[in-house]
């Protein structure tokens, strides 16, 4: 099964704050990336697809990128809202597996 | 609206059975794949399996903690996803969520767009 590992597990930040988020796959798994954002006790909220694509109605703030076997989540000028755990997931090949995630908190 | 609503969650012991449901609304269902993935208390997310959309047969992946104990299934007629958990143990502890997913490419990969609020699963 592939491994994803992201970095850092947690991290303090302002509003306003530009946040940047590691995940790291233990193959290459080309652009097959997704972001997920939840919150405690709520569902997975998608924000990112194929490694770059927004998903619909969630702000241009976040953004995505990389390929291969390094993937990063950005978040520019953190909001109060934005104060969750973010994990990434790869479809490149089944089992489907998630990261540990990083949880994002107020400094 | 797109909406998602897990079921049939509760207190079971191991090696009983449980049968989990997924009723969908809003969309339509024989277009999309439906993934089951859990969460055990204060942990990750873990894909548990997934079933893949009538149009490429309703077939199923698993992930290796539950093959050959758990089934997914689907019923088109009431739009349902199910997951079937027999010989449950312990560690199926966990908040069950169903998700739709979006099939890229026409091809085997899937991620999940919507979610449901989940159901919890406390075996013990």
């Known amino acids: 099964a592939i491994l994803l590992t992201q970095s850092p597990s947690s991290l303090s930040a302002s509003v306003g704050d530009r946040v940047t988020l590691s995940c790291r796959a233990s193959?290459?798994?080309?652009?097959?990336v997704a972001w997920y954002q939840q919150k405690p006790g709520k569902p997975p909220k998608l924000l990112i697809h194929e490694a770059s694509n927004l998903e619909s109605g969630v702000p241009p703030r976040f953004s995505g990128s990389g390929s291969g076997t390094d993937f990063t989540l950005t978040i520019t000028s953190l909001q109060p809202e934005d104060f969750a755990t973010y994990c990434c997931q790869q479809f490149d090949r089944f089992p489907l597996t998630f990261g540990p995630g990083t949880k994002v908190d107020i400094k | 609206e797109v909406q998602l609503v897990e079921s049939g969650g509760g207190l079971s012991q191991p090696g009983r059975s449980l049968r989990l449901s997924c009723t969908t609304s809003?969309?339509?269902?024989?277009?999309?794949?439906m993934s089951w993935v859990r969460q055990a208390p204060g942990k990750g997310l873990e894909w548990v399996g997934l079933?893949?959309?009538?149009?490429?047969?309703?077939?199923?992946q698993y992930a290796a903690s539950v093959k050959g104990r758990f089934t997914i299934s689907r019923d088109e007629s009431k739009s349902i996803a199910y997951l079937q958990m027999n010989s449950l143990k312990t560690e199926d502890t966990a908040v069950y969520y169903c998700?739709?997913?979006?099939?890229?490419?026409?091809?085997?990969?899937?991620?999940?767009?919507?979610w449901g609020t989940g159901t919890t699963v406390i075996v013990s």
């Open positions: 193959q290459a798994i080309g652009t097959a």
């Open positions: 079933v893949r959309s009538k149009t490429y047969g309703g077939t199923t």
């Open positions: 809003g969309f339509k269902f024989g277009d999309y794949a």
């Open positions: 998700s739709r997913n979006i099939q890229l490419w026409l091809l085997d990969y899937y991620y999940m767009d919507v």
